[in-house]
């Protein structure tokens, strides 16, 4: 079946220690997305991409990273320098058309089933 | 700044009742809108979406409006379920497609028995 892996589901950190959250689509979409949820505040935009070695910040992306080196993966890492990290993360998918600066995000949004963070 | 504002936060209705859940955004010059349900501690998953071409879309007994110059989106669900209980959203791509998704804060619907 075709769709968006998210792990682990659940993930507990030290206060200090970087964390890497895996997203694998096989939908072959050619962008991806990760967001941050959190109550009261919807989703977030953390960082997306819309082709291989290419991204691009969101609304809320210091410190976040990320990469892009194959089509079917999108990892977050969490590092010790975002001072909130306990969120709930969700990674998407859609299709695009065009090429280069003139690629529009015309698809349907697909979503993982996300990985809770909690910071001890 | 687009802004999406989902009216109520909160709806509880009784098992069988015709509801309307609302969605307004700032952005006229919109390219398509998404209505997500999420259950509690999972992901999104993606019920209808709207192009700016169009004026409504249907799934079963789901019926989703399109209204630009309004401002507006509406969720239809026909004859409710316990099942149906779940978060709302509604996310809307703006501008000319090359933008990325605003998303509303969501719809928590309760249908009881």
């Known amino acids: 079946d075709g769709g968006i892996t998210q792990s682990p589901k659940y993930l507990f950190r030290k206060e200090g220690q970087n964390v890497t959250l895996s997203c694998e689509q096989n939908?072959?979409?050619?962008?991806m997305y990760w967001y941050r949820q959190d109550p009261g505040q919807g989703l977030r935009l953390i960082y997306y991409s819309q082709i291989v070695n290419d991204f691009q910040k969101g609304d809320i992306a210091e410190g976040y990273s990320v990469s892009r080196e194959k089509k079917e993966s999108f990892p977050l890492t969490v590092t010790s320098a975002q001072k909130n990290p306990t969120a709930f993360y969700l990674c998407?998918?859609?299709?695009?058309?065009?090429?280069?600066?003139?690629?529009?995000?015309?698809?349907?949004?697909?979503f993982g089933e996300g990985s809770r963070l909690t910071v001890l | 700044k687009q802004e999406v504002t989902q009216i109520p936060a909160a709806l509880s209705v009784p098992e069988g009742e015709n509801l309307v859940l609302n969605c307004s955004f700032t952005d006229s010059a919109i390219y398509n809108l998404q209505w997500f349900r999420q259950d509690p501690g999972k992901g999104l998953t993606s019920l209808l979406l709207?192009?700016?071409?169009?004026r409504e879309q249907t799934s079963g007994r789901l019926n989703a409006s399109l209204d630009k110059s309004s401002g507006r989106s509406t969720l239809y669900i026909a004859a409710s379920q316990p099942g149906d209980s779940a978060t709302y959203l509604c996310a809307q791509r703006g501008g000319s497609g090359y933008s990325t998704l605003t998303f509303g804060k969501g719809t928590m619907l309760l249908v009881s028995p």
């Open positions: 998407a998918s859609s299709t695009t058309q065009g090429t280069g600066d003139l690629r529009l995000y015309t698809g349907e949004l697909f």
């Open positions: 709207i192009q700016s071409s169009q």
């Open positions: 939908l072959n979409h050619d962008a």
